[in-house]
């Protein structure tokens, strides 16, 4: 119920085009609390945070990005922005070009829950992407699914070709996790971690992953 009522406030926030301005407090917020936590002693390599279809048109999307990096005093590379396939693949062209910018301010890239839009595989070669996440609905059953294996087998020897890294979203449980990373998929994102927690409460997740798994607190994104 939650879920259904954050995706109709989006939808409409889409439509009147109040989006933009809540990307903008987003995109901010996030650099800002990635560098309350490394004040904190708390190391995040990188905040994750979407673009909406409406920011992805903004005329001024490059400099709200360099303002909020410059504004937390953040490396670039720490800071990764995601987009679905559909407003990326609208105009596929013009989306080169902008990500191609995007990518010299130093910013990571990724498309977030692939495999549900209209990618074109010509296109996609030319995008200057740093990682596709797979959608969860493709993780859904796994490992018995035999679609779904078969999905996320083919997106990740793709990817490898592609030298894109590999994000799985959704995992929910142990099964699922052996067999991503069974298949060479080694960052997974899900309520097998946690689920969705406050600011104020991440150092304790934090300190609990990194104890329980070693690898994740180096390695693994945070998503606003």
């Known amino acids: 119920m939650a879920w259904c009522r954050l995706t109709r406030f989006i939808g409409l926030a889409e439509e009147t085009g109040l989006i933009k301005s809540i990307g903008e407090w987003v995109l901010r917020e996030a650099c800002q609390q990635l560098a309350r936590w490394q004040q904190q002693g708390i190391w995040v390599p990188r905040v994750a945070v979407n673009l909406s279809a409406r920011q992805f048109e903004d005329l001024a999307l490059l400099q709200h990005i360099h303002d909020a990096l410059a504004a937390a005093d953040l490396e670039p590379q720490r800071l990764e922005l995601e987009m679905t396939e559909s407003p990326v693949m609208q105009n596929p062209t013009e989306a080169v070009r902008l990500l191609t910018e995007l990518k010299s301010l130093g910013v990571c890239l990724s498309i977030d829950d692939f495999g549900t839009g209209y990618s074109s595989l010509s296109y996609l070669k030319r995008f200057p992407l740093n990682t596709l996440k797979i959608d969860r609905s493709f993780v859904d059953g796994l490992p018995h699914d035999e679609d779904n294996a078969a999905i996320a087998e083919?997106?990740?020897?793709?990817?490898?070709?592609?030298?894109?890294?590999?994000?799985?979203?959704?995992?929910?449980?142990?099964?699922?996790?052996?067999?991503?990373?069974?298949?060479?998929?080694?960052?997974?994102?899900?309520?097998?971690?946690?689920?969705?927690?406050?600011?104020?409460?991440?150092?304790?997740?934090?300190?609990?992953?990194?104890?329980?798994?070693?690898?994740?607190?180096?390695?693994?994104?945070?998503e606003r």
């Open 154 to 222: 083919a997106i990740l020897a793709m990817s490898r070709k592609l030298k894109f890294a590999v994000v799985a979203e959704g995992v929910e449980t142990a099964e699922q996790a052996d067999f991503l990373q069974s298949k060479g998929c080694h960052m997974l994102q899900g309520y097998l971690f946690s689920k969705p927690v406050p600011a104020e409460a991440f150092a304790a997740v934090y300190a609990r992953l990194a104890a329980a798994v070693p690898s994740v607190a180096p390695t693994g994104l945070l």
